[in-house]
């Protein structure tokens, strides 16, 4: 079974530009997280999504992130403009996501190491 | 709201001793509880979880973990240490009484298997 896929593994822009990671999950899993892991700390969840409605933004900082997953399948996370403070590794993980997630096993991705200069 | 504490930063064993990491949690309701470990340029991997029933769960290279429902605590343990061992270990929590399944992880512990 192919675990979840994101891309780039690396990028690195200049503050201010904009930027956006892909994520696949896996197959037939209908919840799909994205999380911010700064280096030295533990993963933050940004958003949650179940097929393609947002369960969870409360921690996503609106006025410079965006996260769609149209088809309820992928979904693409944006940052613009960038700033410093959002070099970090961004983690996608998704989970099955059926009828009431009972501490459900999230499943994550390589993560997309960004850097802000 | 929920919460967990990871209270080491660094743990050291030496190969073939037991390993614990520790782990404390604070919630509402009951407590869904996870361990994931991370190795360099990787995601998070998936060990073991404490969703209800036997207080030690068992989880996937060895790994155990115990939940201790008066001491708030989900200790990882392994009785016997290797040094592929060595790598970033995160507990995780999401309270029952959260409708998403949001999870909130510890800052980490990295764990050191020497030879």
């Known amino acids: 079974e192919a675990g979840v896929a994101q891309s780039p593994r690396y990028k690195i822009i200049e503050k201010r530009q904009s930027v956006a990671f892909w994520c696949n999950p896996i197959?037939?899993?209908?919840?799909l997280y994205w999380y911010q892991q700064i280096l030295g700390q533990g993963p933050k969840l940004l958003i949650q999504?179940?097929?393609?409605?947002?369960?969870?933004d409360s921690q996503l900082p609106k006025d410079r992130f965006s996260a769609e997953r149209l088809k309820g399948v992928d979904s693409t996370l944006k940052i613009q403009p960038a700033k410093l403070e959002d070099s970090a590794v961004y983690l996608c993980?998704?989970?099955?996501?059926?009828?009431?997630?009972?501490?459900?096993?999230?499943?994550f991705g390589p993560g997309t190491r960004l850097l802000v200069l | 709201a929920q919460s967990v504490a990871q209270p080491e930063d660094q743990v050291n064993v030496a190969e073939g001793n037991p390993l614990t990491v520790k782990c404390t949690y604070s919630?509402?309701?009951?407590?869904?509880l996870f361990w994931y470990v991370q190795y360099p340029n990787r995601g998070l991997q998936f060990l073991l979880k404490?969703?209800?029933?036997?207080?030690l769960v068992k989880g996937s290279y060895g790994f155990e973990a115990e939940f201790n429902k008066s001491q708030t605590s989900f200790h990882l343990k392994k009785p016997s240490a290797l040094v592929s061992d060595s790598a970033l270990y995160f507990c995780?929590?999401?309270?029952?009484?959260?409708?998403?399944?949001?999870?909130?992880f510890g800052g980490g512990t990295r764990l050191m298997v020497k030879p």
């Open positions: 993980a998704s989970s099955l996501g059926r009828g009431g997630p009972r501490g459900e096993t999230q499943y």
């Open positions: 197959s037939g899993h209908a919840t």
């Open positions: 999504f179940q097929n393609n409605g947002v369960v969870d």
């Open positions: 919630v509402s309701g009951n407590p869904y």
């Open positions: 404490y969703i209800t029933g036997d207080n």
């Open positions: 995780a929590v999401r309270d029952s009484y959260n409708a998403g399944n949001m999870l909130t």
